[in-house]
């Protein structure tokens, strides 16, 4: 599609093209070994809501060349394309722009987590850290 698009379309989008997975799916994929999971909320959002233990910390903006096997700037887990990369933020919007864009650079089987950490949390799996926020992020409807 050309010409201008709301971020809503955008966001449908990338949706259209990711297999995207409930925290149940996520977590049973990541401790089997067989993705890696990769937290692109900000410090201040993990500071704040706490962290999934043995995750990825990876913020958005430097997550493509992190995870482009062709990149000098990548990580040592970006060993091919064929990699597994489940993607989380707070409720599962950023994370599926991130995982669309990790599609675009190759690494087709990208996808991200259904509602989040927040969903994540929410379900009682493993966290650490801090308090429950109490309001959702007013960044997102």
């Given at each position: 599609m050309s010409g201008p698009r709301s971020i809503d379309q955008v966001l449908a989008e990338a949706r259209h093209r990711l297999v995207r997975l409930t925290p149940g799916e996520a977590y049973r994929e990541f401790a089997e070994g067989d993705a890696v999971l990769v937290d692109i909320r900000p410090q201040a959002h993990r500071a704040g809501e706490g962290e999934i233990p043995g995750s990825l910390v990876i913020e958005r903006n430097v997550l493509e060349w992190r995870f482009d096997p062709a990149s000098s700037a990548r990580l040592p887990e970006a060993t091919g394309y064929g990699l597994r990369v489940i993607v989380i933020c707070s409720e599962g919007y950023t994370s599926?722009?991130?995982?669309?864009?990790?599609?675009?650079?190759?690494?087709?089987?990208?996808?991200?987590?259904?509602?989040?950490?927040?969903?994540?949390?929410?379900v009682g799996l493993p966290t650490t850290g801090a308090p429950w926020p109490a309001e959702p992020d007013p960044t997102y409807h």
């Open positions: 599926s722009l991130a995982a669309a864009s990790l599609q675009d650079l190759g690494l087709n089987r990208a996808t991200d987590v259904i509602g989040g950490y927040r969903a994540w949390r929410a």
